[in-house]
């Protein structure tokens, strides 16, 4: 019996760890903005279908600036401090794109 607890002790631990390290994809709407203190990353699709990815740096706060849609598909572009986020042709899929904090 004893052993079956240790066991069943352990497993809940390793469970609990496992979902405690997983991120949550953040995805806000237009004009919404999330704070990053520790900093994170960026993720999505371009209208090109590439796979992108950007680090965000610490005390970023990003702000989905525009949307608008090409060929039925709408794509979310950002900014910091009021300026485009990472640059101005930096455009994402809204379905696709996610940010992750630290």
Excluded at 54 to 76: D, F, H, K, L, Q
Excluded at 83 to 93: A, F, G, L, Q, T
Aim: include cysteine.
């Amino acid at each position: 019996m004893r052993n079956f607890l240790s066991a069943a002790l352990i497993a809940f631990a390793t469970i609990a760890a496992s979902h405690a390290s997983a991120q949550t994809c953040l995805r806000p709407k237009w004009t919404e903005c999330i704070s990053f203190p520790n900093g994170g990353r960026h993720t999505g699709v371009s209208p090109y279908g590439k796979p992108l990815q950007m680090e965000v740096p610490a005390g970023a706060e990003i702000c989905v600036s525009n949307e608008w849609e090409i060929r039925a598909e709408t794509y979310a572009q950002f900014s910091r401090n009021g300026r485009p986020w990472p640059d101005r042709d930096w455009e994402v899929d809204v379905d696709t794109f996610c940010f992750y904090k630290n």
